[in-house]
């Protein structure tokens, strides 16, 4: 509570309107799909990879000024925001390259 | 004396005990940061789950955007734009949520509070939105077919998804009528039973040559689902067990049933957290206006709610990109 009575409403809705624009992009994007985006990149699309960097920026946005990480101590937003990062990329990982596993042995068992 | 003083005198009877603050916050706002950080496990334990099912059937499973394509009030098709009007509603009860903690570190009780009203305001808009698009889920668009295999067939006319209704005009002749507590056998009810038999299906595809049969199965250079010519959508109406209404944690005519499970689970636990999330804006609203933090000397009770609310939007965006976007 570093800056505790100076008011941010200033800021509050110009990280507003930056979610807004961020989330704007992205539902343009859902919507037209452009094939050069969309059907090559690698591992997945690069549409894909856009809305998952956006999100992460969203994600940012909202930790940082909404949450106010920014204010807080440093290793107190440390202890938090490392924790989460590391346990949930260790776990995506892993449950993504079993999925991609499962996918490789079970395909060719189907029949379309 | 003073050595044997463990809590300093003037901090005692604050209910968290006063005394040394740990990272210079309060024992609250830290215990809440902690649930937050052990809560966005637990979603990104689903959504993770939800990954692993989607890159097991990567080849099969539904496209986001064919599914959820409906806004209230109008007809046609609007991929995206609902959730994402469900996003900024939920994006903008944050902003005055924030806008509720700010006043409340100014000390202006009037502020906070309409602030927080609106904020409730908007968790209600977003959780009634989210039952509408349940409601639409489960009641389906198009209805479909299911094999005996589990594969679900869709059909298609010029390219186009199109519904049962629209090209089954033949009578029902299999006499199956719905089975309730005052016909059923031992006053036993069933499930809803489709509007449609197997049979008047497949002599509406037989009849009209112009429909066509796409199966689940995406082609991997176009990312669309394969429509079967005629004659290898005969082949596979053969295999047909049941017709497929709208979706549940059984079948769901958008494809893989797994599908609708992790939307159902998934966005259900969301909106559960939602749900509470409003219950102790209420509270706290309340609390507010009878001026408890204005005697206490901090509105941080404010703070602590706001970063629960701040959380449930969080995930939000996440749920809204895995779900529907990626």
């Given at each position: 509570?570093?800056?505790?009575?100076?008011?941010?409403?200033?800021?509050?809705?110009?990280?507003?309107?930056?979610?807004?624009?961020?989330?704007?992009?992205?539902?343009y994007l859902g919507i037209?799909?452009?094939?050069?985006?969309?059907?090559?990149?690698?591992?997945?699309?690069?549409?894909?990879?856009?809305?998952?960097?956006?999100?992460?920026?969203?994600?940012?946005?909202?930790?940082?000024?909404?949450?106010?990480?920014?204010?807080?101590?440093?290793?107190?937003?440390?202890?938090?925001?490392?924790?989460?990062?590391?346990?949930?990329?260790?776990?995506?990982?892993?449950?993504?390259?079993?999925?991609?596993?499962?996918?490789?042995?079970?395909?060719?068992?189907?029949?379309? | 004396?003073?050595?044997?003083?463990?809590?300093?005198?003037?901090?005692?009877?604050?209910?968290?005990?006063?005394?040394?603050?740990?990272?210079?916050?309060?024992?609250?706002?830290?215990?809440?940061?902690?649930?937050?950080?052990?809560?966005?496990?637990?979603?990104?334990?689903?959504?993770?789950?939800?990954?692993?099912?989607?890159?097991?059937?990567?080849?099969?499973?539904?496209?986001?955007?064919?599914?959820?394509?409906?806004?209230?009030?109008?007809?046609?098709?609007?991929?995206?734009?609902?959730?994402?009007?469900?996003?900024?509603?939920?994006?903008?009860?944050?902003?005055?949520?924030?806008?509720?903690?700010?006043?409340?570190?100014?000390?202006?009780?009037?502020?906070?509070?309409?602030?927080?009203?609106?904020?409730?305001?908007?968790?209600?808009?977003?959780?009634?939105?989210?039952?509408?698009?349940?409601?639409?889920?489960?009641?389906?668009?198009?209805?479909?077919?299911?094999?005996?295999?589990?594969?679900?067939?869709?059909?298609?006319?010029?390219?186009?998804?199109?519904?049962l209704a629209d090209f089954?005009?033949?009578?029902?002749?299999?006499?199956?009528?719905?089975?309730?507590?005052?016909?059923?056998?031992?006053?036993?009810?069933?499930?809803?039973?489709?509007?449609?038999?197997?049979?008047?299906?497949?002599?509406?595809?037989?009849?009209?040559?112009?429909?066509?049969?796409?199966?689940?199965?995406?082609?991997?250079?176009?990312?669309?689902?394969?429509?079967?010519?005629?004659?290898?959508?005969?082949?596979?109406?053969?295999?047909?067990?049941?017709?497929?209404?709208?979706?549940?944690?059984?079948?769901?005519?958008?494809?893989?049933?797994?599908?609708?499970?992790?939307?159902?689970?998934?966005t259900g636990f969301h909106?559960?957290?939602?749900?509470?999330?409003?219950?102790?804006?209420?509270?706290?609203?309340?609390?507010?206006?009878?001026?408890?933090?204005?005697?206490?000397?901090?509105?941080?009770?404010?703070?602590?709610?706001?970063?629960?609310?701040?959380?449930?939007?969080?995930?939000?965006?996440?749920?809204?990109?895995?779900?529907?976007?990626?």
């Open positions: 509570m570093a800056q505790a009575h100076v008011s941010n409403t200033k800021r509050i809705w110009i990280v507003f309107g930056i979610l807004s624009v961020i989330t704007l992009v992205e539902v037209i799909k452009p094939d050069a985006l969309h059907l090559s990149g690698p591992g997945t699309s690069w549409l894909n990879w856009i809305f998952i960097i956006l999100t992460l920026g969203k994600a940012y946005g909202i930790a940082w000024v909404f949450m106010h990480l920014e204010g807080e101590n440093k290793w107190f937003r440390r202890a938090i925001v490392w924790s989460g990062v590391f346990l949930v990329s260790y776990l995506v990982t892993l449950l993504l390259i079993e999925g991609g596993y499962i996918s490789d042995i079970l395909s060719p068992l189907v029949r379309w | 004396m003073e050595a044997n003083t463990a809590v300093p005198m003037e901090e005692k009877g604050k209910w968290d005990g006063g005394g040394p603050k740990p990272f210079a916050s309060s024992y609250g706002k830290m215990m809440m940061w902690f649930f937050i950080l052990s809560d966005a496990l637990t979603f990104s334990g689903f959504l993770a789950a939800y990954g692993l099912t989607r890159f097991k059937f990567i080849d099969s499973w539904p496209i986001a955007d064919e599914v959820f394509t409906h806004v209230p009030f109008v007809h046609g098709e609007f991929p995206m734009i609902y959730v994402a009007i469900m996003t900024f509603i939920l994006i903008f009860s944050s902003v005055t949520m924030v806008l509720a903690v700010d006043a409340g570190h100014q000390m202006k009780k009037s502020k906070v509070t309409w602030y927080m009203f609106i904020t409730i305001i908007g968790g209600i808009v977003f959780v009634g939105s989210q039952a509408w698009e349940w409601n639409t889920f489960i009641n389906g668009t198009y209805g479909a077919v299911k094999t005996t295999e589990g594969k679900v067939l869709q059909f298609v006319k010029n390219g186009k998804q199109i519904a089954v005009t033949e009578p029902r002749t299999d006499g199956r009528i719905q089975h309730t507590r005052k016909n059923g056998l031992w006053f036993e009810s069933e499930g809803a039973i489709p509007n449609y038999s197997v049979a008047q299906v497949l002599q509406a595809y037989n009849a009209n040559s112009d429909i066509q049969v796409r199966s689940e199965y995406i082609d991997s250079g176009e990312k669309q689902k394969t429509i079967l010519s005629r004659e290898e959508g005969s082949a596979s109406l053969l295999q047909v067990k049941n017709v497929v209404e709208g979706a549940n944690l059984q079948a769901n005519e958008y494809g893989k049933t797994s599908f609708s499970n992790f939307f159902f689970f998934i909106g559960f957290h939602v749900v509470s999330g409003i219950i102790i804006n209420i509270i706290i609203f309340f609390n507010v206006i009878l001026g408890i933090y204005e005697k206490r000397g901090n509105y941080e009770m404010v703070e602590k709610v706001g970063l629960y609310w701040h959380f449930v939007d969080l995930v939000w965006v996440f749920v809204f990109t895995f779900f529907y976007l990626v």
